[in-house]
């Protein structure tokens, strides 16, 4: 006796009810692509025209212009001398390497796409925080996104609006939105109920107690929320270029299926270079925030 023959006392569909249910679902996608797909590309469109300008912005503007500027906003997030030479640094290497245009049309979608994710991400946040109803009913959601593999929701989002750069900024939102939602929802449910009750007790409305009270109190853990999206959106480079998205990732997988070593280290560690940087701007600009937090 097999160790399998118990699964023949258990009723299964077979295979042509399968090929039958598959059927129809794909062909009710296809439909709803066929018939909404124009509309939503239309939605998307302003989306892409912003995304285009911004990635011809840094691409045509000079390099030292736009290590200046780097250098410029690392400073003023840190206040640190070293992470400011450490991005100047990093930069010029980056160009020195001839890493140069596919790196700023990574930070294009990179800075996008986490922009979009907090916006989306940090209104969610406050919701599940101020209701529990909200929050049991958007966990399971976040639950999947973070355990679905990327490959899996590419194939809507392609064979819906096909390859290029929007896709690809969906794509990277749905990977990378999960941490700011949650962080913001923690950051805001850890704030001491005696510290609010106080803020109502001098006649707080539930506005002035959310924006002057809770947010200010949650915002390392909003930033860390920041952080791990940024860290995550870069981690979709890779998976991105699949679908048409141009910069570091592309070169990455053309050294996969070409077994180009040297290339494949090379825009690898770019997107470290990257991360790196990205991680120590926004964990400095936490920490100096509470630091002045504290001090008033």
């Known amino acids: 006796m097999s160790d399998s023959s118990w699964l023949s006392d258990i009723p299964q569909l077979d295979r042509h009810q399968l090929l039958d249910i598959r059927k129809t679902l794909d062909g009710a996608y296809r439909s709803f692509s066929r018939e909404y797909g124009d509309s939503i590309e239309a939605f998307f469109d302003p989306l892409l025209t912003f995304l285009i300008w911004f990635e011809k912005l840094l691409l045509s503007s000079p390099w030292w212009l736009v290590i200046a500027v780097l250098a410029v906003f690392a400073y003023v997030a840190s206040r640190s001398w070293k992470l400011t030479l450490g991005v100047v640094v990093a930069f010029f290497l980056i160009g020195f390497f001839g890493m140069w ?28 925080a101020r209701s529990d109803r909200v929050q049991s009913t958007v966990t399971p959601v976040l639950d999947i996104m973070q355990t679905m593999p990327a490959f899996v929701y590419l194939i809507p989002v392609v064979m819906l609006l096909g390859i290029g750069k929007i896709p690809g900024v969906i794509a990277v939102i749905i990977y990378a939105v999960p941490p700011v939602i949650r962080l913001t929802n923690l950051g805001i449910r850890l704030v001491d109920k005696e510290v609010l009750e106080a803020a109502t007790a001098y006649g707080a409305s539930p506005m002035q107690r959310l924006f002057g009270v809770q947010l200010p109190l949650a915002m390392p853990n909003i930033m860390a929320g920041i952080n791990q999206t940024i860290m995550m959106a870069l981690a979709m480079v890779v998976i991105a270029s699949m679908i048409g998205v141009k910069g570091l990732g592309q070169p990455v997988l053309k050294s996969i299926t070409n077994q180009y070593f040297t290339l494949g280290l090379m825009n690898g560690l770019a997107i470290v270079a990257l991360a790196i940087i990205f991680d120590r701007i926004s964990q400095s600009y936490a920490k100096r925030t509470l630091q002045n937090f504290g001090g008033h």
């Open 101 to 128: 245009d596919n790196t700023m049309r990574t930070m294009s979608i990179i800075l996008v796409s986490t922009l979009l994710a907090v916006i989306i991400g940090i209104p969610i946040g406050i919701a599940m």
